[in-house]
């Protein structure tokens, strides 16, 4: 039963890495499901301040992945149209033309979005750089924090 739970675990540790890259899955949620499979071995290595710890730093950077590139958008001018178009492209990046689109995607889409608010060219390309922009650092704060769950589970098998 202890090999099953590890080997589970590091499955989802894994699945959780690559899920901070591909948005289909949730990559910082899936990583903590693993710590949580690794605790239930035998030797159960963590404590439940760690536990605790790193269950808000999952919801943390799991909400923030949401909100910085909209904050962003706002924040640089944009408006609803260009975050709806930037969320639109996104979703049609993922399915329609992976992996380049879930880069593409959203920058595209927030373009786009502009453009049919009646923004000129500039303003459009700056919130869809900003959008873009906020794509990438929610994507680094997940792997950030994935990856440091990784190094958790594999040093404390």
Known sequence: MEWLLIS???LLIIGGLIGCIF??????????????LLQLTDGAPFSTE??????????FVTVLDYIVPVWGTRKYGGT???????I???????F??????????PFAGAIIGEMMAGKNSNDAFRAG??????????T????????WMAFLFFTNI
């Open 50 to 59: 760690t536990l605790m710890i790193w269950l808000g730093v999952t919801i």
């Open 96 to 105: 329609f033309f992976p992996p380049i689109g879930i880069i593409v995607g």
């Open 8 to 10: 589970l675990g590091a």
């Open 23 to 36: 948005p289909v899955l949730p990559g910082p949620p899936i990583s903590y499901a693993g710590l949580i």
């Open 80 to 86: 609803k149209k260009g975050v709806w178009g930037s």
């Open 129 to 138: 750089f900003v959008s873009f922009i906020g794509l990438l650092a929610g």
């Open 88 to 94: 639109i492209g996104l979703i049609a990046g993922i």
């Open 140 to 147: 680094l704060l997940k792997l950030i924090a994935s990856a």
